[in-house]
């Protein structure tokens, strides 16, 4: 199927007014050498470039049961989430992952091997879970979870999940579990799916 997306679900471009370099107006187009249409500015000749965000995040795990955070910031407000975020720069994918974990569940966890990598190229974002093991059973979300909880896979709330990347990682776990193996998988998911 080479069908695209419609073009309502791609979210709008990240536009630039202004030269970070100069601070004049910026126009896009095609520069010289190229082939994609650019932020470019006309007075110091800068040109800035986009590129995909990296997502990094976790499926922690406790005995039988998986770690969820119930969102309290939009989008996807009071919908389930594994912990997940953008990627600050200066950090690797795994203190990203953990810091994540920490900032949202507050949870004690021994970060384990990389589990799923997903490209979302409609969200122009890839990303990437860390299998982990949950050390204790206290929490402590903070400010960008309503709450955080421990889930078996009869529990989990699999009609009221946040991101179809989380959902993709939880049915492949639950789907290697029985065989105690867990590889990493790569996934595309390229186009958004009405939730
Ligand atoms: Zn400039």
Redesign the pocket.
């Known amino acids: 199927m080479t069908m695209p997306a419609p073009s309502f679900y791609f979210p709008a471009p990240r536009t630039q007014k202004f030269?970070s370099?100069?601070?004049?107006s910026l126009t896009q187009r095609i520069p010289a050498d190229d082939s994609r249409i650019r932020d470019v500015?006309d007075?110091?000749?800068?040109i800035h470039y986009q590129n995909p965000r990296n997502v990094v995040g976790v499926l922690p795990v406790l005995g039988d049961k998986v770690l969820l955070c119930r969102r309290a910031i939009h989008p996807r407000y009071d919908k389930w989430t594994l912990p997940a975020g953008f990627m600050e720069l200066g950090e690797t994918t795994a203190q990203g992952a953990e810091r994540e974990t920490q900032e949202e569940a507050g949870a004690q966890i021994e970060l384990g091997p990389l589990y799923t990598v997903i490209d979302v190229p409609y969200a122009n974002q890839v990303h990437f879970f860390f299998l982990a093991k949950v050390l204790s059973t206290e929490l402590n979300p903070g400010p960008e979870s309503l709450e955080a909880g421990f889930f078996s896979k009869s529990e989990i709330p699999w009609d009221d999940l946040a991101f179809r990347t989380v959902s993709t990682t939880l049915e492949h776990y639950f789907n290697d579990q029985p065989s105690g193996r867990f590889p990493m998988r790569h996934y595309d998911i390229p186009w958004p799916v009405a939730h």
């Open positions: 030269c370099q100069c601070g004049s500015c007075n110091c000749g800068a």
